[in-house]
């Protein structure tokens, strides 16, 4: 399967432990996403990697999260402390580098904060 | 980017075209309409865009009206799989972000034997 690939699927956790997902995108695309969506909303932007340079961050994007991607192919993206809202799908995506390449989305890494 | 307003939800008999509807009235000259569409937990995948001409590939058609404010994304014969949420969103081509895309809360569509 050479599509966006993300690990763990599924974690549980206790309010505040740590959490870090992986993502791992196709391999040609230098642009990866990083998304969260909460039950029955669409999926927020969180951040926008271009190779290994993080260009972009939204305003959900706390203290307490922190995305890399280091060699400018697989990312992570860790949550400190974690609290009960944070509890949602984390999605990854990534593209080529046009100006209309669609976005391939993973199959998300799904959080539960107890 | 401009917003998009879409149908809450939507039905469908098996088999029978389906036609989504998305307006976006305040779209300019330079954005993209981007259709995606959401199985249950999946991540969503993209499935058709335009600029202003009508636009067909193996998955749907997409269909712009001349004045670009509003669009339909048709699938031609609905299937049971074809039940997901279904999202409209208008991106232009040079966004600080990448290809990033801005989803709202999109239409979920039913398709029913």
Known sequence: ?114 | DAKTTQPTSMDCAEGRAANLPCNHSTISGNEYVYWYRQIHSQGPQYIIHGLKNNETNEMASLIITEDRKSSTLILPHATLRDTAVYYCIVRGANNNAGNMLTFGGGTRLMVKP
């Open chain 1, 1 to 114: 399967d050479t599509g966006v690939s993300q690990d763990p699927r599924h974690k549980i956790t206790k309010r505040g432990q740590n959490v870090t997902f992986r993502c791992d995108p196709i391999s040609e695309h230098n642009r990866l996403y990083w998304y969260r969506q909460t039950l029955g909303q669409g999926p927020e932007f969180l951040t926008y990697f271009q190779n290994e340079a993080q260009l972009e961050k939204s305003r959900l994007l706390s203290d307490r999260f922190s995305a890399e991607r280091p060699k400018g192919s697989f990312s992570t993206l860790e949550i400190q402390r974690t609290e009960q809202g944070d509890s949602a799908m984390y999605l990854c995506a990534s593209s080529i580098n046009t100006a209309t390449g669609e976005l391939f989305f993973g199959e998300g890494s799904r959080l539960t904060v107890l």
